[in-house]
């Protein structure tokens, strides 16, 4: 206190007779109420508890902040007072001038503020029509963003019409909102926003899952506070006074925006020239003269307040008080000097304490030990006050010490940020159709799914056609697996898998009788990269190494052993225990092996070691092993699907409908080697210029097309080339194409599977997106979440409509309106992926609705099957041995 303010009237000030200055000692409390609660739905009528009216402002993008790539010729309304601001702001990439304005200010008159709502719009539709007649921009539809600076509950950023101008798309912006989207255009740390002038308010980025109010718990949406409602439940009445109750009861609005009336410029005068009027009337002040002016509301104004406090103060102090009607002696004016202080602080502390609670819920949200943002600031208050911003700032880092807090003041906030919301709705929503016209190839209509049906019913009896099956792209494999397991099946078997990396083998005990059993012993080992690409004689003897070690495991060395190989890949069978290898798939490329029978390579490979000796009885496609597990567990299980790493499908087919086998009698298992449907061209009409980029990336560039499409080995890959083109075009990743994106096999299939987990929040899938190296934001997560989604969901639908084709097969072969069969299904992609199985029974249910199709899941179809098959085909030897 100024050593020249003396006796009684100082004494009265520094106890704080007349006004409770805030005591920072009180911040954890008002913390705590704006802490304290989840966003419940606003209670329209004001009987709820002051600290939860709450209004959301809806930006339903996650985006929500500018990535300084907005550019267009903008429209921004301004309604927040007695004058409405219209402005046309032109955003540039120009980095010297970015946004460039012109605006006029338009008059609100009395009788239109107090009038009617429609009587409201005419004005604003009218001035409107006045500036783009000005501007000469009449004959253009731009785009509007509204200020409009009144409590609103939004359901989404609004589209109304302005009469008489056509149809104008507008964004509905609060002025807080306005100012935070302003200053984030500067700094895009800016999260808060506020509004320290005539009235009080402020927005921030709250974490979508704490508002209840709004569907969706991922990314942040921005959240308009409107609090100058606080305190209205009466959790501020400790430290209202007396000049606060008599503003309230004078006002409009009696009861309802008390922290406003404690702390905005409204009604900072009207608090001092309260104060003023008492202190005269106790002979503190004035030599107890109270005139008509001072005792006239509105006299002292808070332009006073902050003249009063400048370095000329007390000069304009006596001027203001002369023109009240009193004489101010020196001390007069050093006391109401201090008066203005007293009120300007408290008001600074105030909104320091609510800037604080927020602060500190924001360090809460992100979890982090110290908290780094910007706060967007505008008002006549916090501009035109000659101290209230130093004290705001100071107070701020006395209440939240573990931050940094950049204040940074908006130039024409309200206004200016209406137009950048608008730019940035602009912006996404252009993103966001041409991301939809990106995906929208990978959506296909039932029309086009039937299509493939129809092209690969074509394709099968192109396959089983004797004159058609070498030109072929679906080759229809004969396995001679005549029938399926009839329960009999007994004994030891060893059967190997070599179907990807891995290699298995295995030991499988069947026994027959009542109480059926297999029981299992397996290894795994690894194929190195350099042995799936070497030559054939190389990874023979690989196997054969892998066979030595598991016998030795297994403490059976001297047993001669049934075999079955379930060799996972395109194979011409002539016999059950030969195959000859059609071609590589999935990633091998053994020298020395195509057109080779693999079980003499692999018999060649055993007499090489000199170690074992093995009877070779099956070769086993793995679909087929598939099919012939399950078939062990219902017997109406006639077809075998394998969805993982590859894609392929196995199914009995009628022998008179094989022509490259002789005899006309019962049934055998077809091989169908469907991963090169479309091999030929007819599955052109549906592949994407990312599935010819995966093709012409891969070791078998025009081969297995349809596989390519649909099976896991290549569906990241399908994501991978997508989010390239999506981040070069600006809409991911920042525009910054990573080095680990342009790694060829970083999306396996295990990574889309866990993205499109419902169970998984944003903030899960962006911390699987950077473990895999790629530095996103939840906004990119939700791009890369749709990303998967898509694709996946095309892979199960041509999956789909394929097995569509194969049952219809069935039912017509058999001469059946309706049919009744099991699908064997074995395979990581339908296994694991969250999503990927019920999309494909749903589109086998809708292609082919006339056949009940029942999907059993394999239990190691691969190994389980190969000796199942290798028991059946022991069996079938030993009754041709008796027949002989």
């Not at 030991?507 to 070497?534: C, D, F, W």
């Not at 077809?639 to 790493?645: D, E, F, M, N, S």
């Not at 790694?743 to 911390?767: H, P, Y």
């Not at 989604?789 to 041509?798: E, L, P």
Request: charged letters at 25%.
């Amino acid at each position: 206190m100024d050593s020249k303010c003396q006796g009684p009237t100082r004494l009265a000030l520094q106890r704080g007779c007349f006004i409770k200055p805030f005591c920072l000692e009180q911040f954890p409390v008002i913390s705590h109420v704006i802490n304290s609660h989840r966003f419940q739905p606003l209670d329209m009528r004001g009987s709820g508890k002051g600290d939860s009216l709450m209004l959301y402002f809806f930006l339903r993008f996650y985006f929500i902040f500018s990535n300084l790539t907005e550019k267009g010729d903008f429209l921004a309304l301004d309604l927040g007072g007695s004058n409405f601001r219209i402005l046309r702001v032109k955003v540039t990439q120009d980095k010297k001038q970015p946004v460039q304005m012109e605006s006029l200010v338009y008059e609100t008159p009395e009788d239109i503020i107090h009038g009617s709502g429609t009587q409201l719009f005419d004005h604003v539709a009218e001035c409107l029509g006045d500036f783009m007649e000005k501007q000469k921009i009449k004959d253009k539809k731009l785009p509007v963003g509204f200020t409009f600076s009144f409590p609103c509950a939004q359901t989404k950023l609004d589209e109304v019409r302005a009469s008489e101008q056509g149809h104008q798309e507008t964004r509905v912006v609060n002025d807080t909102t306005g100012t935070m989207m302003t200053c984030g255009f500067d700094d895009q740390r800016c999260e808060v926003g506020i509004i320290i002038g005539t009235g009080t308010n402020a927005c921030y980025m709250e974490e979508l899952r704490h508002i209840d109010m709004v569907e969706g718990d991922e990314g942040r949406m921005c959240i308009n506070t409107e609090w100058g409602a606080f305190g209205d439940d009466g959790s501020l009445e400790d430290l209202r006074t007396e000049f606060d109750r008599e503003i309230d009861r004078g006002s409009l609005n009696p009861g309802k925006q008390l922290f406003e009336k404690m702390a905005s410029g409204m009604f900072m005068g009207e608090l001092v020239r309260l104060i003023l009027v008492k202190m005269a009337k106790e002979g503190l002040l004035f030599e107890g003269r109270i005139t008509p002016e001072l005792l006239t509301k509105g006299k002292i104004e808070t332009k006073h307040v902050s003249a009063i406090e400048n370095k000329e103060g007390l000069t304009k102090c006596k001027e203001i008080l002369t023109r009240l009607g009193v004489e101010p002696s020196q001390e007069d004016c050093v006391a109401v000097q201090h008066v203005c202080t007293i009120v300007s602080f408290r008001s600074a502390n105030l909104i320091a304490a609510t800037l604080g609670g927020i602060l500190t819920r924001l360090k809460d949200n992100k979890g982090v030990a110290r908290l780094r943002t910007t706060v967007g600031i505008d008002g006549s208050m916090y501009k035109m006050h000659p101290q209230y911003a130093r004290r705001l700032h100071k107070t701020v880092r006395r209440l939240v010490p573990d931050s940094d807090v950049r204040f940074l003041l908006s130039e024409s906030g309200s206004a200016k940020g209406a137009a950048m919301v608008t730019a940035v709705a602009y912006r996404l929503a252009d993103q966001t159709r041409q991301i939809a016209q990106t995906l929208a190839e990978f959506r296909l209509s039932k029309a086009q799914l039937l299509e493939v049906k129809k092209r690969m019913r074509t394709e099968i009896e192109n396959g089983l056609g004797k004159k058609t099956h070498d030109s072929a792209t679906v080759k229809m494999l004969p396995t001679y697996v005549r029938s399926t397991p009839d329960g009999t099946e007994n004994g030891d078997f060893l059967a190997l898998d070599l179907g990807g990396t891995n290699f298995r083998v295995l030991l499988v005990k069947i026994r027959s009788g009542k109480r059926r059993t297999v029981e299992m012993h397996n290894k795994i080992y690894a194929i190195p990269i350099e042995v799936m690409q070497g030559t054939g004689e190389e990874l023979f003897d690989h196997i054969v190494y892998c066979i030595s070690d598991f016998l030795d495991y297994m403490g059976m060395k001297s047993a001669r052993l049934p075999l079955g190989f379930t060799f996972s890949f395109p194979c011409h069978q002539k016999s059950l225990d030969a195959g000859i290898l059609v071609n590589w798939t999935k990633g091998f490329k053994c020298t020395d092996c195509e057109g080779e029978d693999v079980v003499e390579l692999l018999r060649e490979g055993i007499k090489r070691k000199e170690e074992f000796d093995l009877d070779v009885v099956a070769v086993v496609n793995d679909t087929v092993g598939t099919m012939m597990t399950c078939a062990y567990e219902e017997p109406t299980c006639e077809v075998g699907l394998i969805a993982g790493t590859g894609s392929n499908a196995c199914y009995m087919e009628e022998m008179r409908n094989i022509e490259t086998v002789e005899g006309n009698e019962g049934r055998m298992c077809v091989n169908m080697e469907w991963g090169a449907f479309g091999d030929n061209g007819c599955l052109d009409d549906i592949r994407t210029q990312y599935d010819r980029a995966v093709d012409e990336n891969s070791l078998n560039e025009g081969k297995q097309r349809y596989e390519k499409m649909c099976s896991g080995m290549y569906l990241g890959e399908i994501v991978r080339n997508i989010l390239i083109d999506l981040t070069k075009r600006g809409f991911l990743f920042r525009g910054k194409i990573s080095e680990t994106l342009k790694t060829r096999g970083i999306f396996e299939t295990k990574f889309l599977s866990q993205i499109e987990s419902d169970r998984l929040a944003l903030l899960q899938v962006r911390a699987i997106l950077q473990q895999l190296g790629l530095d996103s934001t939840c906004d990119d997560s939700i791009i890369v979440k749709e990303v998967c989604s898509t694709v996946s969901r095309r892979a199960a639908q041509i999956c789909g409509a394929g097995m569509a084709g194969v049952v219809d097969k069935i039912r017509e072969n058999r001469a059946l309106d309706h049919l009744d069969v099991t699908v064997g299904v074995d395979g990581t992609l339908y296994k694991l992926h969250p999503h990927f199985s019920r999309i494909f029974h749903q589109t086998v249910k809708e292609l082919a609705p006339k056949c009940n199709v029942n999907f059993l899941l394999s239990e190691d179809g691969s190994g389980k099957g190969a000796a199942l098959i290798t028991a059946v085909g022991c069996r079938q030897r030993a009754q041709e041995a008796l027949q002989a």
